[in-house]
């Protein structure tokens, strides 16, 4: 082999996966050359020593390389959480900084105004009803169900304002594009960036052909699809790099609120590029049948990249909570991530630092709507902080379980363990921000950017060991099939899914929840194995009460 060979095959070992386009850079236009991929391997060696997920040794070994300790279960008490506390000492505090250069790494054009996108994938077709593999093969179309699904998707955005809708050229996407669009005067824009992932010769094979046909190829692409390659193809590098084109022509087109319809794996990409994650993360952010995502840009500061935060992630026009796979793989143990209702405080642009606040009336009724979302899952325990609103949630929760097999005349009632634990309690962390006022009212997108890194890094240490006790509730062998509701803050939510992506503090303020919101984590491998993100910051269930998609953003005046 010559030195020309060593370098290609050297690249191809170092860069299979990446947090963005820096480290992906496999272009289908052209091969890795020995030229090109010296200045790859230049521009990438500091981004692979130091990047947390690919230094870790075992990919089954959980969310971070240093997993924190066990969280401890606590009676009702005000939480005494310091900010001078130090944190434990396999935490390293350079990942954060790492965090933070890596994000730094993933540019987009600069934006004049807010803008908000809001993604859908297209209805049931009918080779999804037969498992058979689409990729960006166009023979396809949507199902009666399908159509039902879009028709659903419509109603839900019925209400919302758009000024562009960007629609994959395939005609299952542009049939759910036209359903949702409806009587909409505004511009409809195909474009062929869109389009499903390009898996070559696979497309068209029902999955048991694929798995005798290709072998090993097929199981490469169930297990590692970053690393899966086809044809001479790498379709999930592919993928990658088209998602981040196709956002360089949506945030250059003059509107504030875009609708994009497409396909599983091109809005997986599109949301995983938007804040900086990379190939690994393929299949770990479902994309669900007409599943609705959300993503809010703000100017970035001196014509910079702009901020960018996930509003929320597949909600579906059915239940988040029914059973269903989990990227392919059925998964038998889950967590929801259940925010508390509303309390009065709520609507204050500064955290409240006036004590425990219960519920309002209509906190009691989301906790009411969660309840009832809830009926038909048999619910394992329930593990809220010792905060007033979220204990008052799980009641909620609880009273409806063990009443949910109460309805017969020999029925026994359903016993719900109900826990409370103290490391969920994030508030009192907030309360020691020193900052007086913040331009973004509480629990808005990019509220959590404004605190200080102390306050940050006291919630993300907390917030971990809260994350590990949650798993080891997960671990007992004696039950194959567990549901484990957690009740908590927003901002306790976001860092738990953080750690459960396996990121760093950083990338807190890249997520948003509402109160009485649902986000859902199954975990198909387990509690060893990654978790897989159902769905985030889920409103639905609520109804009339419900967040519209496209709230007014926060530069606008009615905000």
């Known amino acids: 082999m010559t030195k020309d060979d060593l370098l290609v095959e050297l690249y191809h070992k170092i860069c299979p996966v990446g947090l963005d386009k820096n480290i992906n850079r496999f272009d289908n236009r052209r091969e890795i050359t020995a030229s090109n991929s010296r200045q790859m391997l230049s521009s990438t060696s500091a981004l692979v020593v130091h990047n947390p997920l690919l230094r870790r040794t ?36 350079r990942d954060g900084d790492l965090g933070a250069e890596l994000r730094g790494s993933a540019k987009f054009p600069a934006i004049r105004a807010a ?11 009918t080779w999804n009803a ?7 093969s166009n023979f396809a179309v949507l199902t009666k169900k399908g159509e039902a699904q879009a028709e659903t998707s419509r109603q839900m955005l019925i209400d919302d304002s758009f000024d562009v809708c960007f629609t994959s050229p ?26 499903e992932i390009d898996l070559y010769s696979f497309q068209g094979l029902l999955k048991h052909e694929g798995k005798a046909k290709f072998g090993v190829a097929f199981r490469q692409w169930q297990v590692d699809a970053a690393n899966f390659c086809i044809d001479g193809h790498y379709p999930v590098r592919e993928l990658w790099q088209r998602a981040r084109d196709c956002w360089t022509k949506i945030l250059a087109h003059e509107s504030r609120s875009v609708l994009v319809v497409a396909h599983n794996a091109v809005n997986q990409a599109l949301v995983a590029t938007a804040i900086g994650l990379g190939t690994e993360y393929f299949r770990i952010l479902l994309q669900s049948n007409c599943g609705v995502s959300v993503l809010d840009f703000t100017p970035g500061a001196e014509d910079g990249s702009p901020f960018i935060c996930l509003n929320r992630l597949n909600q579906t026009p059915g239940s988040p909570v029914a059973a269903g796979s989990s990227g392919g793989r059925k998964a038998s143990k889950r967590i929801i991530l259940i925010c508390h209702g509303a309390t009065e405080s709520d609507a204050e642009v500064t955290f409240p630092t006036h004590g425990n606040e219960p519920l309002n009336m209509l906190g009691t009724i989301q906790s009411q709507k969660i309840a009832e979302l809830l009926l038909d899952l048999k619910v394992s325990s329930i593990i809220s902080s010792p905060r007033s609103a979220s204990i008052e949630t799980a009641m909620a929760i609880s009273k409806v379980q063990e009443a949910a097999d109460c309805l017969g005349a020999d029925c026994v009632p359903r016993y719900v363990e109900m826990k409370q634990m103290q490391e969920l309690e994030c508030e009192s962390v907030l309360q020691q921000s020193k900052k007086d006022a913040a331009p973004v009212p509480i629990l808005q997108p990019g509220w959590l950017n404004q605190h200080e890194d102390e306050v940050l890094t006291a919630l993300w240490y907390q917030s971990g060991r809260a994350w590990r006790t949650l798993l080891d509730e997960q671990s007992i062998k004696s039950e194959p099939e567990k549901v484990v509701v957690a009740v908590g803050h927003p901002v306790a939510h976001i860092a738990l899914m953080g750690h459960c992506l396996g990121l760093t503090k950083e990338w807190m303020g890249s997520f948003h929840l509402d109160t009485g919101s649902i986000s859902v984590i199954d975990l198909p491998d387990g509690p060893a194995g990654r978790g897989v993100i159902r769905c985030i910051n889920y409103t639905a269930h609520l109804g009339r009460w419900s967040i519209p998609i496209t709230r007014p953003t926060p530069d606008d005046e009615d905000f």
């Open 170 to 195: 395939l005609a299952r996407s542009k049939r759910t594009a036209e359903i949702i669009w409806g009587a909409r005067e505004e511009d409809m824009v195909t474009d062929s960036g869109l389009r």
């Open 115 to 125: 803008k908000r996108v809001v993604l859908v994938r297209h209805g049931q077709s």
């Open 130 to 136: 037969e498992g058979r593999i689409q990729g960006s």
């Open 58 to 93: 075992d990919p089954r070994a959980g969310p971070t390389c240093a997993r924190p300790g066990r969280a401890g279960f606590s009676s009702i008490r005000s939480a005494s959480s310091s900010l001078t506390e130090k944190p434990p000492a396999i935490v390293e505090d």
